[in-house]
């Protein structure tokens, strides 16, 4: 069996943390029920801004949105006509299965997923998963994003570049 083809992977340099955010809302607004988004990086890439500007984005500007490092998830309920996001930090997760106690099956089920440190799902990880990859950029502050998404990003993944 082959793997899916996937889309050529977006890479962006963003200039400071409210570009990252703007960034995270451009993606928020592209995702659906039953997405995963894999958000990789080094501690401060800037996931957790990247995952506060998606939360924010999608109707909860005001929401206080903390990294879930010692709660290792938060959900936010956005409106009774949107999926629920699940913001999962698994940075301390001590095996795979571990994930099943935090409602993973559950946010599976209907959610929208964004996941800190997914490498620590293993096998878990859906295949079919966006990864938004966060690095060091040109300059100090400065961010690079490569963002690769299976079949059911890549329609949506061409809309990326249209603010």
Same mark, same amino acid.
Request: charged share 25%.
């Given at each position: 069996?082959?793997? #899916?083809?996937?889309?050529? %992977? $977006?890479? *962006?340099?963003? /200039? @400071?943390?409210?570009?990252? /955010? %703007?960034?995270?809302?451009?993606? /928020?607004?592209?995702?659906?029920?039953?997405?995963?988004?894999?958000? $990789?990086? !080094?501690?401060?890439?800037?996931?957790?801004?990247? /995952?506060?500007?998606?939360?924010?984005?999608?109707?909860?500007?005001?929401? =206080?949105?903390?990294? #879930?490092?010692?709660?290792?998830?938060?959900?936010? =309920?956005? @409106?009774?006509?949107? +999926?629920? &996001?699940?913001?999962?930090?698994?940075?301390?997760?001590?095996?795979?299965?571990?994930?099943y106690e935090l409602g993973f099956e559950e946010a599976l089920a209907g959610g929208i997923l964004l996941i800190?440190?997914?490498?620590?799902?293993?096998?878990? *990880?859906?295949?079919? $998963? *966006? !990864?938004?990859?966060?690095?060091?950029? @040109? %300059? +100090?502050?400065?961010?690079?994003?490569?963002? &690769?998404?299976? #079949?059911?990003?890549?329609?949506?993944?061409?809309?990326?570049s249209r603010p």
């Open positions: 069996m082959t793997a #899916p083809p996937v889309e050529a %992977a $977006h890479f *962006l340099e963003l /200039a @400071s943390a409210a570009e990252t /955010a %703007a960034l995270a809302a451009r993606v /928020a607004r592209l995702a659906e029920a039953g997405d995963v988004i894999a958000l $990789h990086g !080094d501690l401060g890439s800037g996931k957790t801004t990247f /995952a506060r500007g998606f939360i924010r984005a999608l109707g909860l500007a005001d929401a =206080e949105v903390p990294s #879930p490092t010692f709660t290792l998830v938060e959900v936010y =309920e956005v @409106s009774a006509d949107q +999926p629920a &996001v699940w913001h999962f930090d698994l940075y301390r997760l001590a095996k795979p299965e571990d994930a800190e440190w997914p490498e620590r799902l293993g096998g878990l *990880l859906p295949r079919e $998963h *966006l !990864d938004v990859s966060l690095s060091a950029g @040109s %300059a +100090p502050g400065r961010r690079v994003a490569r963002i &690769v998404g299976g #079949p059911r990003w890549t329609r949506r993944l061409r809309k990326l």
